[in-house]
């Protein structure tokens, strides 16, 4: 395990453990938190924020979507604490700036986006980079920006989530009838189109991070709560391919798994 997730766990145990009623073990090297409901394990993710943040603001955070950390963002927004010099995303889905999907909108409504603005603190968009314009154009100038963020900033945090499919980030499992491109290329940032839109079960055209840039990360805040996440959780920490559970990805490298900190509430 590394220095940071060794002071972290030290940290935990000291002072949040029997107030949170959380069972800290180490799997494998991973650092997994179990908490009996959502609303402690977010209450903890913030505590593990404002820790690694607190001493070296010198931080980039990238946010992901989805219902999961919607809470996590509107306390932090309401509480103000926050130490970092950027935040940008893990992943979007495709649309016009600010659509009904969109995880930036989602993240805006809790205020967080407010809240950076008045502390001063940059943010780096997917959506804002172009008035129009295709997938392509977007992933391209977004890449840019990654690779400047991952090189500047001393620090690099990711928080992401699980879905009850396996999916990561924005990093769909392959299916019958369809096959993600993202898992024979390298590059920072991807796009793919998948032909089922959310509404049919599917993910639409979606950019996101890829492992390159997950890699990359000092720190991978994995966020899972409910039942209908406890096959993605069993199946992530079973041997097989990424191409079927993207999230084998935290248990795949022993450098990612010792820079991964996992939240939930299921028993794995």
């Known amino acids: 395990m590394n220095k940071s997730l060794q002071e972290l766990r030290q940290s935990f145990v000291r002072f949040f453990l029997k107030a949170e009623k959380a069972k800290f073990t180490d799997r494998e090297g991973l650092t997994l938190v179990t908490v009996e409901s959502q609303?402690?394990?977010?209450?903890?993710?913030?505590?593990?924020?404002?820790?690694?943040?607190?001493?070296?603001?010198?931080?980039?955070?990238?946010?992901?979507?989805?219902?999961?950390?919607?809470?996590?963002?509107?306390?932090?927004?309401?509480?103000a604490r926050l130490k970092v010099e950027a935040v940008a995303m893990v992943d979007?889905?495709?649309?016009?700036?600010?659509?009904?999907?969109?995880?930036?909108?989602?993240?805006?409504?809790?205020?967080?986006?407010?809240?950076?603005?008045?502390?001063?603190?940059?943010?780096?968009?997917?959506?804002?980079?172009?008035?129009?314009?295709?997938?392509?154009?977007?992933?391209?100038?977004?890449?840019?920006?990654?690779?400047?963020?991952?090189?500047?900033f001393s620090k690099k945090i990711a928080v992401l989530g699980i879905g009850k499919d396996g999916h990561t980030a924005g990093i769909a499992p392959n299916r019958k009838d369809f096959i993600n491109p993202l898992f024979s290329k390298s590059l920072l940032v991807g796009s793919f189109k998948d032909h089922r839109s959310m509404d049919e079960g599917g993910f639409g055209t979606r950019i996101t991070l890829t492992?390159?840039?997950?890699?990359?990360?000092?720190?991978?805040?994995?966020l899972a709560f409910g039942e209908e996440k406890k096959e993605a959780l069993r199946k992530m920490f079973n041997r097989g391919s990424l191409e079927e559970i993207p999230a084998r990805f935290y248990t795949s490298e022993p450098q990612i798994v010792q820079r991964t900190i996992l939240i939930t509430d299921q028993k794995v």
């Open 39 to 79: 609303t402690k394990g977010l209450g903890i993710a913030k505590q593990i924020l404002y820790l690694l943040t607190e001493k070296n603001p010198n931080t980039v955070l990238f946010l992901s979507g989805g219902k999961t950390p919607e809470d996590l963002y509107r306390q932090i927004t309401e509480e």
């Open 92 to 152: 979007e889905r495709f649309g016009p700036r600010l659509h009904n999907n969109s995880n930036e909108r989602m993240i805006g409504e809790t205020g967080f986006w407010s809240y950076l603005e008045k502390k001063k603190i940059s943010f780096y968009s997917i959506l804002r980079l172009h008035p129009k314009g295709v997938a392509s154009d977007f992933v391209r100038d977004y890449d840019r920006k990654v690779k400047y963020l991952l090189g500047h």
């Open 211 to 222: 492992f390159e840039a997950l890699r990359k990360m000092d720190i991978l805040l994995v």
